[in-house]
């Protein structure tokens, strides 16, 4: 039973557009977000975050979108360049009940053309 | 590094033997979680340690997983009598607090686990 889903597994983007890479989830309990960004053979790295009392979070080039009413998600990159071609993932936790554990999509592969 | 170091990268081995990989949190963080990820899957959460608690085993798959937490720090996961099916990425991630406070959790590179 996926609670996290991203449905689009891969995106292309030109140098410079912007990036939106969305993600859905089930379950209401959720309150903190995460997006991690994948290269080949390395762990995830954390890029950004959002608690469920944000509507949006912004960190340089990277911006977090959340719409509870939706149970919606997503991550805005601009401009985007090609450093950034990887596969995002999308998390979510339950932590004001106490479960730590973060519930991941199964990854959207974002190639950014020079 | 200052990483979430593990150990080692790649691990062949046969059918029905152990394993046990290893994790070197960062330091200074009191939460510590493992994950799997299976081909073509999202990441799966396998168990989660915070401080002296008692852990969360509640994302093991079966008796033959195990982890453990010595001192605090240094993690190791013991797979018995492995499988096909327990051919994975095993990822291990800590972060500054676990309970009620948002932190991210930050992950190592991981150990790919092929078993013949």
């Known amino acids: 039973d996926q609670q996290v889903k991203q449905n689009s597994p891969s995106l292309s983007v030109q140098e410079g557009r912007i990036s939106i890479l969305n993600c859905d989830y089930t379950?209401?309990?959720?309150?903190?977000f995460l997006w991690y960004k994948k290269y080949p053979a390395e762990g995830p790295t954390f890029l950004i975050s959002i608690s469920s009392i944000k509507d949006k979070n912004e960190d340089g080039r990277f911006t977090v979108f959340l719409n509870k009413s939706a149970k919606h998600l997503s991550l805005h990159i601009v401009p985007s360049q090609p450093g950034d071609s990887a596969v995002y993932f999308c998390?979510?936790?339950?932590?004001?009940?106490?479960?730590?554990?973060?519930?991941f999509g199964t990854g959207t592969r974002l190639t950014v053309i020079p | 590094g200052a990483g979430v170091s593990q150990s080692p990268s790649n691990k062949v081995t046969e059918k029905g033997k152990d394993v046990e990989l290893r994790c070197d949190p960062i330091?200074?963080?009191?939460?510590l979680y493992w994950y799997r990820q299976s081909l073509g899957q999202g990441l799966e959460f396998l168990i989660y340690?915070?401080?002296?608690?008692?852990?969360?085993k509640s994302g093991l798959p079966s008796d033959r997983f195990s982890a453990e937490r010595t001192g605090g720090s240094v993690s190791t996961l013991t797979i018995q009598r492995t499988q096909q099916e327990d051919s994975a990425v095993y990822l291990c991630?800590?972060?500054?607090?676990?309970?009620?406070?948002?932190?991210?959790?930050?992950f190592g590179d991981g150990t790919r686990l092929s078993i013949l």
């Open positions: 379950n209401s309990m959720f309150d903190y």
């Open positions: 330091s200074g963080h009191t939460a």
């Open positions: 340690f915070q401080g002296n608690s008692a852990p969360d």
């Open positions: 991630a800590s972060s500054l607090s676990g309970g009620f406070s948002n932190q991210p959790q930050h």
């Open positions: 998390a979510a936790s339950a932590h004001l009940s106490g479960a730590n554990n973060l519930f």
